[in-house]
């Protein structure tokens, strides 16, 4: 079984992968298309520590092969799109409807694979880079079958990430102004997803200008190159600042930014011992630094819901899908991402 292994020290695509058939309340699916996220590279370059030899990737969708015992919510034939939160379901943060915060799924990965004989760790309790892949049914999401395995393989972390740090987190009302620092996948979300939400003014800022007209195109009505002008466009400040990044001075520049009562959003990831700092004395006007895990979302009913505004032509998928590449053309993928040449590459078994 084809898939792409890093061992700790280089990545590569093998052909001798195997997974173990699924368990109680798991399921096999068969990946079709996964997308290529930053996340994923992270790993290779230390910035998110895992354990290896791990089989990478965490955003894709597939078709159901296998289902263990007591698995009724999907079936063998079902089109999924795949999260990665094994949540429980049982503790008191699942009960009161935060399954992001549950303490099972969080830094305790598995390892269905083996390669040799030896066991290999899955990523982010999902292993999207692979022909076939086990997880918990909770994190399979059964999705009409008319939406493109490419398109629907992106709900599953750039969509539930910044569409859901926009609604789920930030709860961006009608009327609010919003910034988004970084047009990435993440970025290009939190865009449309401020532009579901109804915010009157959403400003841009990426440092290459080729993005402008993507930025726009996903729900920005302004776009700048960097956060200097932002007062040009807001003189008070936004209401609302989404660093999605992963660098502490853009940290820095998101706390700056606000307006009275605003809050910045954290969802860039930088390494894992970064501090960033603040005027203190700024924060006395209601003002709020949120981190976000995985776009505080609730996969089942908002991986379901993303779907169905696809289907309406409100949310953009397609769109997000600059280019899709053979699993043998990873390393072609890698090198398109780290250019910035796609907002995201999607690879197809």
Excluded: W
Excluded at 149 to 159: F, K, Q, R, T
Excluded at 176 to 200: E, F, M, P, S
Aim: charged share 20%; aromatic share 4%.
């Amino acid at each position: 079984m084809r898939g792409v292994l890093f061992d700790g020290k280089r990545i590569e695509v093998v052909d001798d992968l195997e997974v173990r058939d699924p368990g109680a309340g798991e399921v096999l699916v068969a990946i079709s298309a996964a997308g290529l996220c930053h996340s994923d590279l992270s790993v290779v370059d230390g910035t998110i520590p895992f354990p290896v030899p791990v089989v990478l990737g965490h955003e894709g969708a597939g078709v159901v092969e296998a289902v263990g015992a007591g698995v009724t919510q999907v079936a063998p034939g079902d089109h999924v799109a795949l999260s990665t939160l094994a949540n429980c379901g049982a503790c008191a943060d699942c009960d009161r409807g935060r399954p992001t915060m549950c303490r099972q799924a969080i830094g305790r990965p598995g390892r269905p694979f083996t390669r040799g004989g030896r066991p290999v760790f899955q990523f982010a309790c999902n292993s999207a880079f692979v022909e076939r892949t086990v997880v918990k049914a909770v994190q399979a999401v059964r999705i009409p079958k008319d939406i493109p395995m490419p398109s629907a393989a992106l709900i599953g972390c750039g969509v539930l990430t910044g569409v859901g740090a926009v609604l789920n987190r930030a709860r961006v009302d009608r009327g609010d102004t919003v910034v988004v620092i970084g047009t990435g996948g993440v970025g290009l979300n939190v865009l449309q997803g401020a532009r579901i939400a109804g915010a009157l003014r959403i400003v841009a800022v990426d440092a290459n200008p080729a993005k402008e007209a993507v930025a726009r195109r996903f729900g920005a009505t302004h776009f700048l190159t960097s956060t200097d002008g932002v007062r040009d466009v807001l003189p008070t400040g936004a209401d609302h600042v989404f660093e999605c990044v992963g660098r502490v001075e853009l940290v820095r520049q998101a706390v700056d930014l606000l307006d009275r009562h605003g809050q910045a959003v954290l969802l860039g990831v930088p390494a894992a011992t970064a501090e960033a700092s603040f005027v203190v004395a700024s924060m006395f006007l209601d003002k709020s630094i949120l981190g976000c895990r995985y776009g505080s979302s609730r996969p089942q009913r908002d991986i379901s819901l993303y779907a169905e505004l696809y289907r309406e032509g409100r949310l953009l998928l397609d769109e997000l899908v600059t280019q899709t590449y053979p699993v043998e053309d990873f390393e072609k993928a890698v090198g398109d991402a780290q250019a910035g040449r796609v907002a995201r590459g999607v690879l197809t078994f």
